[in-house]
DNA sequence: GCAAAATAGTTTAAGGTTAAAAGAAATTGC
DNA sequence: GCAATTTCTTTTAACCTTAAACTATTTTGC
């Protein structure tokens, strides 16, 4: 508005996507797209540079950075926990990923249910080079922000995951002992 | 691992997902991870209750939230530009909306090229409801962090925001005008 | 005027995503 | 033992998403 051109080409994020009424002044409206808009923001670019440099994608990334902690293998259902996505979805991903000989995968000896993943030794190989590529561009878009201001925002941004997970689950226990005890290795 | 128990059916969230060797202390990567699982869990319960209650989806809520702030209609391409997806994305919800009845769809007189869309009166007043859901669900989810923190966290993330703009951005003029000129309004 | 370029949208091919249904194998409870 | 249940995974149908190719229309440059 302030600006006269109609702004052409510009994108206009997410902190204007969803519009309710401006008078709806809730601090935590506010608060979430613009958390919204940042996560956007910074995944969207991971996912480009991971297209355009690796020439694959962040949900292939994320499922090889798994199988890289398990050395010995993962079951799809473990896998698809960990990732927080359906079975279903593990099923397409682990497909492709075989496809192009970056994990391998087998049935289960003693479950015949069951099957194992794990990354090949080229998978192994082409993972590590891709994270390394990933910390250096997260730590590149986040430069400008000074690393004492990024630690205060990873501490409130974690009372704000307490905050949602104890809004969200059930209230039960299982819930407070994942949250409280495991916190930030599994949470 | 604190915990004896194997954890049967608890989901692992996005701060464990991308891997990368412990050792790697960064703390861009830490905060990007928590600021992708914050994001993340939050969005992933609108797009549930969105579901169950309203039977829709956050695009299409996205969608007709920028049409509620454009009472005279909007093009298409500027939709598209608005909500930061492609045009082909929007071709396909518009269609999806129109179908139910709540946006209605208009060749433009002046370019024959050009669609003007707008909330039908029966979409306007579903749009409002959702809107007043949403805003409560959101306040819902946040309510555990105090409305300080709620500010602090909401200014500390607009300097993310600056950071990552800056960091993709190709540092022209245009992005930077863009983003303190327009700042909150638009960016 | 009119050919060339730019612009507005749609289509297509590929992939990611889910919920729900279904299949196959293992466990459990008599 | 074996029927019922649970567990592990795949399939299906629907949607969201994009990049690239394509169509239709308007603008621009002579």
Redesign the interface.
């Known amino acids: 508005?302030?600006?006269t051109r109609p702004?052409p080409?510009?994108?206009?994020?997410?902190?204007?996507?969803?519009?309710?009424?401006l008078s709806?002044h809730?601090?935590?409206?506010?608060?979430?797209l613009?958390?919204?808009?940042?996560?956007?923001?910074?995944?969207a670019?991971i996912r480009r540079r991971l297209r355009e440099t690796f020439d694959t994608t962040l949900p292939r990334?994320?499922l090889m950075?798994?199988l890289?902690?398990a050395p010995d293998g993962i079951l799809l259902g473990e896998l698809s926990?960990?990732?927080?996505v359906s079975n279903g979805n593990v099923t397409g991903l682990v497909e492709r990923l075989v496809q192009e000989g970056l994990i391998e995968r087998q049935v289960s000896e003693r479950d015949r249910r069951a099957a194992l993943v794990r990354l090949t030794a080229r998978g192994a190989e082409t993972f590590a080079a891709m994270?390394?590529a990933?910390?250096d561009w997260?730590?590149?878009?986040?430069?400008?922000?000074p690393?004492e201001?990024?630690?205060?925002?990873?501490s409130?941004?974690?009372?704000?995951?307490?905050?949602?997970?104890?809004?969200?689950s059930p209230g039960g226990p299982?819930g407070v002992?994942?949250d409280t005890?495991?916190a930030?290795?599994?949470?």
């Open positions: 508005m302030s600006v702004s080409r510009e994108p206009v994020d997410a902190e204007s996507k969803v519009g309710e009424d709806n809730r601090v935590e409206l506010r608060l979430w613009r958390l919204l808009t940042c996560a956007n923001l910074i995944e670019e990334f994320d950075a798994q890289e902690r926990r960990r990732m927080m994270a390394r990933h910390s997260v730590a590149e878009l986040l430069a400008g922000l690393i201001d990024q630690k205060a925002l990873w409130r941004l974690g009372d704000l995951k307490l905050s949602v997970r104890g809004a969200i299982d002992l994942t005890i495991e930030e290795t599994k949470p």
